[in-house]
């Protein structure tokens, strides 16, 4: 009997334990005015910010302002983000789903993409590359049913989820596999990559974004460089503050969608972990200062290692700030579509800088980021020839619309605001009593 109420007792103790670790999520409309306002109560434990990051843009939320600090145990973040259009979210079922997510985070990780084969690929990129590594997958009976691919500084990275065409399912076959492989690391190779080009097969348990991230950081693209100066470009710079054990990092940078998980998904991965940060957006660009250490406690050490977080987090910040003409494909779905859009995109002489590539029910919807040969913007005549040979209505010209909205906060009278506000005020005392603001009024 005794061993019965111990057995209890531990059950009991364990759910507790759960609750206690469980992040609590609050969500308010009333305290902001142009702005939802998602605050996430959590106990300490790696990766929480990252993963309550990728659970907002997951959803297709812009963050416009966020509030992040640890102390001890324990977490407090607080985030104000609209729809990509810039409104604050008024539908109850977004709202119960970034709450239910937000709650569940400890089991969002990624998991397989079951009954699809995942490639990965990297190397050097080129005007066609795309269509030469898609027309050998057309060749060899392999249905892209989804894919990304971002381009830096003359590399390229791409994840590629495959089905066997005649089947239908995922490709199990090693012969076939290892020949897939092989003829696209010839194709990526061209005349010069010999050694870093890579081919290989994944089990994508990992986010397909940060894969990107992962997969062209281990490609050293921040170390390149492309000749081109992109216009408006990211200023990072690290400093440390020895007497409280961080280094602060600022950036400086144009806004636009996913900006912050971009820049905390590479501290993550570079083994950086945030105590505090201050995320604002304006009409200006965006300010975002994180106050960092090693995973051992540490701050930065050298100035070798400061150049090399201002590189890398420049590379991040860039990969997915695509200049070019945005084209959006639509079009029934049917095996080498891709390789015939591709081909006319090469014998026009686009260059994909950047490509979302998706399959719903029956219908490719694609979107391509382009420029011309050498980076440049493309003539309007030349898109037009090129959507007259596709279809006019099936590939229209997007232009990139990032939100700049300048968020407006006005306190509430209601008791919720009034709850909020008292928690933005502890928020500000906690750094300030750690040294890092100069007031919290």
Not at 125 to 154: M, P, Q, Y
Not at 195 to 202: C, F, M, N
Not at 282 to 300: C, N, Q, S, Y
Request: charged share 25%.
């Amino acid at each position: 009997m005794m061993q019965m109420d111990r057995r209890q007792c531990l059950d009991e103790y364990e759910k507790l334990l759960i609750r206690m670790n469980t992040p609590r999520v609050l969500t308010d409309n009333a305290s902001c005015l142009n702005a939802t306002r998602v605050m996430i109560d959590s106990a300490r434990k790696d990766e929480i910010l990252l993963e309550a990051v990728q659970v907002l843009t997951d959803l297709n939320l812009s963050i416009k302002k966020g509030y992040v600090s640890s102390d001890g145990r324990w977490n407090m973040d607080v985030f104000h983000v609209t729809d990509l259009d810039g409104n604050k979210l008024t539908d109850d079922n977004i709202i119960t789903c970034i709450e239910q997510s937000l709650e569940t985070i400890h089991n969002t990780r990624s998991k397989p993409i079951d009954g699809m084969t995942a490639l990965e690929l990297t190397g050097s990129d080129r005007v066609g590359l795309l269509s030469e590594i898609f027309a050998v997958l057309s060749d060899l009976k392999c249905d892209i049913v989804e894919s990304k691919v971002w381009t830096h500084n003359g590399r390229i990275a791409s994840l590629i989820y495959l089905k066997d065409t005649d089947s239908g399912y995922q490709i199990e076959d090693s012969n076939k596999i290892n020949t897939i492989k092989a003829r696209l690391r010839n194709v990526l190779k061209g005349d010069n990559d010999i050694r870093s080009a890579k081919t290989s097969v994944s089990m994508a348990v990992t986010h397909t974004e940060r894969r990107l991230h992962q997969m062209m950081f281990a490609d050293r693209d921040y170390a390149r460089s492309s000749g081109l100066k992109m216009e408006d470009s990211p200023l990072v710079s690290v400093q440390n503050c020895l007497d409280k054990g961080y280094s602060v990092l600022n950036i400086q940078s144009k806004d636009r969608p996913k900006l912050l998980f971009d820049v905390v998904c590479t501290l993550t991965d570079m083994q950086y972990v945030v105590f505090h940060a201050t995320i604002n957006t304006t009409k200006i660009g965006a300010h975002l200062e994180f106050f960092i250490k090693h995973m051992d406690g540490t701050p930065i050490s050298s100035e070798a290692e400061k150049e090399r977080v201002i590189l890398c987090l420049s590379a991040a910040i860039e990969r997915r700030a695509s200049e070019g003409v945005r084209l959006e494909l639509r079009k029934a779905d049917k095996p080498g579509l891709l390789a015939e859009v591709m081909r006319i995109f090469r014998e026009n002489a686009l260059n994909i800088i950047r490509a979302e590539i998706s399959t719903k029910m029956g219908t490719a919807v694609n979107m391509f980021y382009v420029t011309d040969a050498i980076g440049n913007r493309v003539d309007s005549k030349v898109i037009d020839s090129v959507r007259q040979r596709i279809g006019m209505v099936n590939l229209k010209v997007k232009e990139p619309s990032l939100q700049k909205i300048e968020i407006q906060e006005q306190s509430s009278s209601s008791v919720g605001g009034a709850v909020l506000v008292s928690l933005g005020s502890l928020l500000r005392r906690n750094l300030y009593n750690l040294g890092l603001i100069k007031s919290y009024s």
